[in-house]
């Protein structure tokens, strides 16, 4: 049976009490913040910055031709990324807008010779794009996963999450996210390694406990982000997950730094001693029904 890991093979002086296990855990965290990208966020957010952002009427358009779209892009820019589109498939259409050129008049550039011409929206015109699951070729860049095995933790963490009254799903609705939480209800993407699942799980379960109430007026998107992916390294790290740089890449993608996760320091140990104690007493109740069943 796996039971809560006490830290990894790596520590010199393995920690024995679950408070010693979560401030060496955050002290990790803040280490790999402290020294900065990871060589896989600055490779994912090269490749990401080649891709356009979109305008409102454009996203409706293409999740009106196609629902399942989760990164577009033209066909010559699939190109520069080493992909191409596969044969036979259907662009989405879109607008593009057409920039001209205004001219001034001579006597208006003689008396500022550095700005001659004025770029002006002239209108659009129609261009199409590709999603990556209609290109093939080079893989794009991934953040790094989490891996590791979670044993029994999952479905521990599955039943504290159903004491506290939260509705947990699992849809597809929420992709391309991980997960969601809405307050009193979680939504998982399914399909996710069982290592992944758990981080998701826990992720959005800090969220429910610290953000869905009056403290959310209090924090900003970047602090509440910070704050859920690093106890969801801690729980993860605890349960002998493989986390690398995995949490630190996903708070430095919403600007969260060390300096930031140490304000939220007793917050995240907190929250982190509640959930780590609820997978532990499920883990003594266990081997407790487990000795009963072996006496009768």
């Known amino acids: ?33 402290e020294a900065g990208q990871s060589d896989a966020l600055t490779t994912y957010l090269s490749a990401m910055s080649r891709f356009h952002s979109y305008s ?4 409706l358009e293409i999740a009106r031709q196609k629902p399942d779209a ?27 807008p057409i920039i001209g050129v205004r001219r001034k008049k001579d006597e208006e550039a003689e008396k500022d010779i550095t700005k001659q011409n004025t770029a002006v929206l002239v209108g659009f015109r129609s261009t199409y794009v590709f999603d990556v699951s209609q290109t093939e070729g080079a893989e794009l860049p991934e953040l790094r996963e989490i891996s590791g095995d979670v044993g029994e933790n999952r479905d521990r963490l599955i039943a504290f999450i159903e004491r506290q009254c939260i509705e947990l799903v699992f849809t597809e609705r929420v992709a391309p996210a991980l997960g969601m939480s809405y307050g009193g209800r979680i939504a998982i993407l399914p399909g996710q390694s069982k290592a992944e699942e758990f981080s998701t799980l826990v992720h959005e379960l800090a969220h429910e406990m610290l953000h869905k109430a009056e403290r959310r007026t209090a924090t900003t998107k970047v602090v509440r982000e910070t704050e859920a992916e690093a106890i969801a390294f801690v729980i993860g790290k605890a349960v002998g997950l493989e986390t690398g740089t995995a ?14 996760l140490a304000e939220s320091l007793e917050v995240i140990q907190q929250t982190s001693a509640v959930i780590l104690a609820a997978l532990e007493s499920s883990a003594t109740e266990t081997i407790a029904d487990a000795e009963l069943a072996k006496v009768a």
Do not use: C
């Open 1 to 33: 049976m796996s039971s809560v890991a006490t830290s990894s093979n790596t520590d010199k002086q393995q920690p024995k009490t679950a408070r010693e296990v979560i401030a060496a855990n955050i002290q990790s965290l803040i280490r790999q913040l």
């Open 56 to 59: 409102f009427g454009n996203i």
């Open 70 to 96: 989760t990164k577009v892009a033209g066909f010559w820019k699939w190109k520069e990324l080493g992909r191409s589109v596969k044969k036979g498939e259907k662009g989405i259409r879109i607008l593009a």
């Open 247 to 260: 949490s630190a890449d996903y708070i430095q993608l919403y600007h969260g730094n060390a300096s930031l």
